[in-house]
DNA sequence: AATATATCATACTTGAATAGTATGATATAT
DNA sequence: ATATATCATACTATTCAAGTATGATATATT
């Protein structure tokens, strides 16, 4: 399943200004752009998307930045996904063998909706704050591994 | 989930051939791309490629054309999309935000790979033989209804 | 009030992928 | 021979992804 790098960056972020909201601070788009290690001025724009579909809230000048518009747990990789990416979250659509309808029936119902829906069931079933959870655990062990 | 123009006259293809083939019959591109009303040029391609990836065999010549490779039962959704889709099949790849391995991982671990998984599963699961199948009991409702 | 720090808005550029054409060669049943 | 088919390669046009560029607006700090 190709997720589109701005797809991918925009996942990233959004676990980066989680940790930043849990500790009641905002980030800089600057700031998660130089640790993920990324374009600042692409990264500004995926903010603009993510903050006019409603994921984000944001303050402008010094001590600005952005913050979650809910919490972490409210917020699953399909809310993400389905701002950035066109191809993930737009429906198969039909009638391109429009001479067969029959055919055109039967693609629809067993194939394009049963995996629109399963993309669709697992990735609202996993939240910023899951993600979150498991990258403090990652980093937990690794800095465990370097003391040894 | 967008599937491709190209992936979708293949699937559609594919499904006319099968039925084709169970009767014993090869059936040309023109044949297929009349029914379908597509390119039947384009639709050439689409057969080469999946003549390559050995799903179709051919012979030329007049009476010539196209037949599955193998029964109906043995050919699934999956096989026909890899050989035609770029981005349905490929895993989504990493090292995008290098900087930060511990969210790669994670997110690798959590998201791309469960739907990679999912994706692949629904698929396999599909075969033309189901499709056909289902094809042919709808053209069957629609005489059905036109009896009435 | 001036300045530095940030978001915000819009438009442009570049490269790759889709979808589809064009041309011609090769094989074979009749 | 000829008509019917596959086969092979190269071209074109449009769209989309990824990223730049420019400048405006808001505000905390000094």
Do not use: H
């Not at 601070?25 to 500004?44: M, P, Q």
């Not at 903010?47 to 747990?73: H, M, N, V, W």
């Amino acid at each position: 399943m190709k997720i589109s790098v701005k797809g991918r960056y925009a996942l990233a972020a959004m676990i980066q200004v989680a940790d930043w909201s849990a500790r009641g601070e905002n980030v800089s788009v600057n700031n998660i752009a130089d640790k993920l290690g990324i374009s600042k001025i692409y990264l500004e724009q995926v903010f603009g998307q993510l903050k006019k579909s409603e994921l984000l809230t944001s303050i402008k000048g010094p001590k600005g930045g952005y913050r979650l518009a809910r919490e972490a747990s409210g917020i699953t990789v399909w809310d993400i996904l389905s701002t950035i990416e066109q191809g993930l979250t737009e429906k198969t659509e039909e009638t391109v063998t429009s001479e067969s309808p029959e055919i055109e029936l039967v693609m629809r119902g067993s194939v394009y909706s049963p995996l629109d829906k399963e993309v669709r069931r697992l990735l609202t079933d996993i939240t910023v704050g899951d993600l979150l959870d498991e990258v403090r655990a990652q980093e937990e062990q690794n800095a465990f591994m370097l003391n040894m």
